[in-house]
C-alpha cells in the first residue's frame, strides 16, 4: 500500500540497515519502517512496511505508550547502540523524548514507551538555556541529533546557538555556543559563537560536526574543550564548491558522516561533500 507521509525530517538507521525510523514532524509522529525480508531489495518501497510507532498525529505534550502519546514537531530522531531506543528532538515543546520497546512487536506502537528525557517536565513550551539535570535542563527549538562514540546525545540547540550534550544519564550540559549569535571561532566552546545551530554528526573520535544556519557554515567542536573551528563556508548566500575557506552553502541543515570520514552537508536544494585534504595527527 502507499504509504505517505507529511513533513519527514530526520531519520535513524539501525546496525543492519534493516530498520528506518522516521521523524515526520509535520504529523506529529515517529514512523518505523521494516525490510519484510533480509532477500528483498531495499531499493524497492515494496520491500517495507511502515508503521506509526508513536504519536497520535495531535501536537501535544503527553508520555505513555505510543498510541496515545502525543509529539510536538519532532525534528530529529537518533538510535541508541546499545538498546536501539530512541531519542527525539520534540522542537514545537523544546524537549528531548525518550522512545523505549517494551520487548514485544516493535510494529505495534502498543509496544512503545515514551517519556521525557530532558526538558521541562511541563505540558507546554518552556524554551531557556540552562544546563542541569533532566527536570531543570533548558533547550530552544532542539533540532538534529546523534549518538557519541561514548553513548552520549549531542543536541544542535537551534535558537540558542549552542551544541548541547546529554549524558546516558540525562545530564545537560553545553559543549559550544550561547545564546549570543554571532559567528566566532575559539579555542573554548564558551566563547565560539553559531547563528543557530541545526544539525550535528559526531564522529569516531567524538569531534562534532555542525551546521551554522545563517552563517552558511560547517563547524567543527572538540569533544574535550569545545575548541570551534570554521571548516567550511562562512558568510556567503550562494554555494561554490571548493576548499573549505573558498566553499559556500546557503543554510546548511542536515549534517551525516560517511563511514570514510567524509561529511555530507544539506543545504538550499543541493547536498556537498567535504573530504580531509591533509589527515593532521592534531586534527
Do not use: M
Not at 518552556?126 to 539535570?133: E, H, K, Q
Request: proline share 5%; with cysteine; glycine share 12%.
Amino acid at each position: 500500500d502507499l504509504v505517505s507521509f507529511r513533513s519527514p525530517g530526520g531519520i535513524a538507521v539501525n546496525g543492519d540497515g534493516t530498520v528506518i525510523y522516521i521523524a515526520d514532524f509535520e504529523s506529529n509522529v515517529i514512523c518505523r519502517a521494516a525490510l519484510l525480508s533480509p532477500y528483498l531489495d531495499k531499493r524497492y518501497p515494496s520491500s517495507w512496511e511502515v508503521r506509526v510507532i508513536a504519536g497520535t498525529g495531535v501536537a501535544g505534550y503527553l508520555n505513555g505508550d505510543g498510541l496515545t502519546a502525543q509529539l510536538h514537531t519532532p525534528i530529529d530522531v537518533a538510535i541508541s547502540a546499545v538498546d536501539e531506543s530512541l531519542y527525539v528532538s520534540d522542537a514545537g515543546l523544546d524537549k528531548i523524548r525518550h522512545l523505549r520497546s517494551n520487548g514485544g512487536d516493535p510494529r505495534s506502537a502498543a509496544n512503545w514507551q515514551v517519556s521525557l528525557f530532558a526538558g521541562s517536565s511541563g505540558v507546554s513550551s518552556t524554551s531557556g538555556f540552562v544546563d542541569g539535570t533532566p527536570g531543570t535542563a533548558r533547550f530552544s527549538s532542539p533540532q538534529g541529533l546523534d549518538i557519541g562514540p561514548n553513548g552520549d546525545l549531542y543536541v544542535a540547540d537551534f535558537s540558542n546557538g549552542a551544541v548541547r550534550v546529554i549524558t546516558p544519564s540525562g545530564i545537560v550540559s553545553t559543549l559550544a555556543g550561547s545564546p549570543s549569535i554571532n559567528f566566532k571561532d575559539s579555542t573554548t566552546g564558551a566563547l565560539a559563537e553559531f547563528f543557530y545551530v541545526a544539525g550535528v554528526a559526531v564522529d569516531d573520535a567524538g569531534y562534532v560536526y555542525a551546521t551554522d544556519y545563517f552563517n552558511d557554515a560547517l563547524r567543527r567542536v572538540s569533544p574535550v574543550t569545545g575548541e570551534t573551528r570554521t571548516v567550511a563556508g562562512g558568510g556567503a548566500t550562494e554555494y561554490v564548491d571548493g576548499t573549505g575557506d573558498n566553499f559556500t552553502i546557503t543554510t546548511p541543515k542536515a549534517v551525516a558522516l560517511t563511514p570514510s570520514g567524509s561529511v555530507l552537508v544539506g543545504g538550499l536544494r543541493t547536498i556537498h561533500r567535504a573530504d580531509r585534504i591533509i589527515d593532521d595527527a592534531a586534527r
